[in-house]
T-cell receptor, first 115, second 112 residues
Framework: EAGVAQSPRYKIIEKRQSVAFWCNPISGHATLYWYQQILGQGPKLLIQFQNNGVVDDSQLPKDRFSAERLKGVDSTLKIQPAKLEDSAVYLC?????????????FGPGTRLTVT | DAKTTQPPSMDCAEGRAANLPCNHSTISGNEYVYWYRQIHSQGPQYIIHGLKNNETNEMASLIITEDRKSSTLILPHATLRDTAVYYCIVRVGVDSWGKLQFGAGTQVVVTP
């Protein structure tokens, strides 16, 4: 089965610019997650969707970050305006609603560099 | 969720068993122990999870102490491809609402 797809794989922008990341989860997976991974740290959950509804966005910096999951499939994560500290890898993951361990399947990530 | 403590790094010889410890002394009765790993430049990958019984799958074995305050992930025959950061995570329940809170993990280097 195809894995979680993300694009772009790399992005370099200047501070105060905007950027968007796209994620296509595994077919049939109702739950979608966006994580931020700063170099040397473990991933941090930003937002979790159940179908097209938000379950948890408590760690999403809502003044600059936004995310949507239209039609309960693909999702986009946007940063506007970007800051230097947003430089990180942004990981998308998906999982079945009911499955063994509700294991999350991760995409390869988008590496963002803000200069 | 309870926090976990892992050694920052460990080395393992190829072909030998790798035993990765994890302390979770404040774990609650409804929290599961999960292990993920992250190979360089890839997203994390699920390995195994358990509540209180020992578990084994095609990738690894998970040994949880009787008091559930610590666990050990065992890679029975480490290969060079097992070089990765290994994360031990405790998570409430097995439903999708349980967060995965990653720590810094253990960097495992398998050497020839």
């Amino acid at each position: 089965e195809a894995g979680v797809a993300q694009s772009p794989r790399y992005k370099i922008i200047e501070k105060r610019q905007s950027v968007a990341f796209w994620c296509n989860p595994i077919s049939g997976h109702a739950t979608l997650y966006w994580y931020q991974q700063i170099l040397g740290q473990g991933p941090k959950l930003l937002i979790q969707f159940q179908n097209n509804g938000v379950v948890d966005d408590s760690q999403l910096p809502k003044d600059r970050f936004s995310a949507e999951r239209l039609k309960g499939v693909d999702s986009t994560l946007k940063i506007q305006p970007a800051k230097l500290e947003d430089s990180a890898v942004y990981l998308c993951a998906s999982s079945l609603l009911y499955a063994r361990g509700y294991e999350q399947y991760f995409g390869p990530g988008t590496r963002l560099t803000v200069t | 969720d309870a926090k976990t403590t892992q050694p920052p790094s460990m080395d393992c010889a190829e072909g030998r068993a790798a035993n990765l410890p994890c302390n979770h002394s404040t774990i609650s009765g409804n929290e599961y122990v999960y292990w993920y790993r992250q190979i360089h430049s890839q997203g994390p990958q699920y390995i195994i999870h358990g509540l209180k019984n020992n578990e084994t799958n095609e990738m690894a074995s998970l040994i949880i102490t009787e008091d559930r305050k610590s666990s050990t992930l065992i890679l029975p025959h480490a290969t060079l491809r097992d070089t990765a950061v290994y994360y031990c995570i405790v998570r409430v329940g097995v439903d999708s609402w349980g967060k995965l809170q990653f720590g810094a993990g253990t960097q495992v280097v398998v050497t020839p």
